[in-house]
């Protein structure tokens, strides 16, 4: 850790010394440096790695006031430790390092360079709210089993794999059409995605919750299991009670009327920015009418 140390005093005397003799070559490496930086930190937002930076935080924390306190021992473990806990990372984030490597392939460099992330827009509409509600308790009322998954920041993507595209517009009809008994796309879930049904039959993680209710089956341990890795939402009707709930950040909610499952849904909508541009619309307006 002393040599780490050392090192790094080293190239902080170095910039120092340079800080006065910039080249185009620095400017060049600065820029390619927050570009690669800004990538890293929108790939992160957008899968299970944004869940776990809380973690990752406190342990960084963890470490610099062992470096403070010289806590020889603990940083005598880190020093060993420090190699094995990053090829683990890299095992855990597989799926996700090789999803983020194919989509670098995918675009070009250029376009990645000029393109910025937009503000987050509403994220689906109160129709979609809607007829969600409404498919819900029109499949409970004849208990028909669904799992329907809305997904937030963290991407879907590996699970929206496992089942059959859809790209359809979302509306009561065919989400009651895509659970109906005896149908090709019963089985399994279904991931929205904004106002739209993006893929059906998707296999999902079960939950080891073993504090979840024994008279719960399978579709209620993959709706806890898949908001326990993600923050999706998930609604789940049950095929034995035709009872509605709803799972979110590791939480199961029982037995929801319509109007609460409304509120649920509502909640994840991100409703207020929609509000605040139409305030900022009809503020500029009464002005102009001024």
């Known amino acids: 850790m002393d040599m780490i140390l050392e090192q790094l005093s080293s190239y902080l005397e170095i910039l120092s010394l340079r800080s006065f003799n910039i080249r185009w070559q620095d400017i060049v490496e600065v820029i390619i440096i927050s570009f690669l930086l800004y990538q890293i930190m929108a790939w992160v937002k957008h899968t299970k790695v944004w869940l776990l930076m809380k973690g990752i ?8 006031l062992a470096l403070i306190f010289k806590m020889h021992t603990i940083i005598w473990i880190v020093e060993h430790v420090l190699s094995l806990a990053v090829t683990a990372v890299i095992v855990i984030l597989q799926p996700e390092l090789r999803h983020a490597l194919e989509e670098l392939g995918r675009k070009s460099f250029v376009t990645n360079l000029i393109t910025f992330e937009k503000p987050t827009d509403e994220r689906f ?4 709210v809607n007829d969600l509600v409404k498919a819900s308790f029109e499949m409970g009322k004849v208990k028909t ?3 329907m998954v809305i997904e937030q920041n963290v991407l879907l993507t590996e699970y929206e794999r496992t089942g059959i595209e859809v790209d359809g517009l979302i509306s009561s009809q065919l989400l009651i059409n895509i659970f109906e008994h005896n149908t090709p796309l019963h089985d399994g879930a279904v991931i929205i995605r904004g106002n739209r049904v993006v893929s059906a039959t998707c296999y999902l993680p079960l939950s080891d919750n073993m504090q979840i209710s024994k008279e719960l089956g ?11 890795v993600t923050d999706a939402l998930t609604i789940i009707v049950s095929e034995e009670t035709g009872h509605v709930s709803v799972t979110y950040e590791g939480r199961l909610y029982r037995n929801l009327d319509a109007n609460e499952l409304k509120e649920k849904i509502s909640m994840i909508q991100n409703k207020e920015v ?3 541009k139409k305030r900022r619309l009809w503020k500029g307006r009464a002005k102009d009418e001024k």
């Open 57 to 64: 935080i406190i342990i960084i924390a963890f470490i610099l």
């Open 274 to 276: 929609e509000e605040n």
């Open 218 to 228: 399978t579709r209620h341990r993959a709706g806890v299991g898949i908001s326990e």
């Open 145 to 147: 089993g669904a799992l």
């Open 125 to 128: 509409s109160d129709k979609t």
